[in-house]
């Protein structure tokens, strides 16, 4: 496939709503959702129709139908397709990798909601919430979060990594789930949260 990250993410997005609701949601809708901008998803639509993903009625038409055949980019029989998005460090921050890592299938009953994506743990600073070198962790796309809830979050706009969330009064700290490792904290505009993590796929190196 011949699309990035963000493209597949949101042609995922797209396919599972129209599997669980019968139609296409807004642009507006899949902003909300997604965590981006109304220009964001519109950019990504017009990308995906240039590249013969998706067919709209006149240039500005919001009736979008998904040209490519189940299964090709989304839902396998069975199982949920979720994209893997890259590695994510679990220890000192990792530069962030933006190239597609492939996908997991995931039993639809444990992952029910709105579009998810993967991320591949490197590192052990969250060992002790059970989540281990090798996993990946599934996330609900977020730009927000609540007070120790797992996130995936980049740092300086570069750096990911996943931890737990606190909001202090003078700054985000993220803390990690291994003594060994110390919390960090940050300014509020170094820390960008990207999602919530919502469940764990152990990964074959920590069997």
């Known amino acids: ?9 949101i042609y995922l997005y797209f396919e599972t709503m129209i599997r669980r609701h019968g139609s ?15 220009a964001a998803i519109a950019q990504t639509v017009r990308v995906l129709e240039k ?36 590695t994510i460090a679990a220890g000192l921050p990792l530069y962030a990798q933006q190239e597609w890592g492939g996908s997991l299938v995931l039993d639809p009953s444990l992952f029910r909601g709105g579009p998810l994506f993967a991320l591949k743990v ?18 609900e796309p977020r730009q927000y979060a609540e007070n120790g809830e797992i996130v995936a979050a980049l740092i300086h ?6 931890k737990r969330f606190f909001l202090k009064e ?14 960090a904290t940050y300014g509020f505009g170094e820390v ?16």
Not at 1 to 9: A, E, G, T, W, Y
Not at 24 to 38: C, F, I, Q
Not at 170 to 183: K, V
């Open 122 to 139: 490197n590192g052990q600073s969250m060992k002790d919430a059970g989540i281990l070198d090798g996993d990946f962790v599934v996330c």
């Open 51 to 86: 590249k013969g993903y998706v067919s709209r009625d006149g240039r500005y038409g919001r009736q979008i139908r998904l040209l490519k055949k189940s299964g090709t980019v989304g839902e396998d029989q069975g199982g949920v397709r979720v994209p893997v998005v890259g």
């Open 192 to 207: 960008l949260v990207q999602g919530k993590v919502v469940g764990l796929v152990r990964g074959p190196e920590s069997f």
């Open 1 to 9: 496939m011949d699309l990035s990250p963000v493209q597949k993410k």
């Open 157 to 162: 706009h570069e750096e990911a990594t996943v």
């Open 170 to 183: 003078d700054g985000i700290e993220l803390r990690p789930e291994n003594p060994e490792f110390s919390a």
């Open 24 to 38: 296409m949601p807004t642009l507006r809708k899949a902003a909300e959702d997604n965590g981006v901008s109304h």
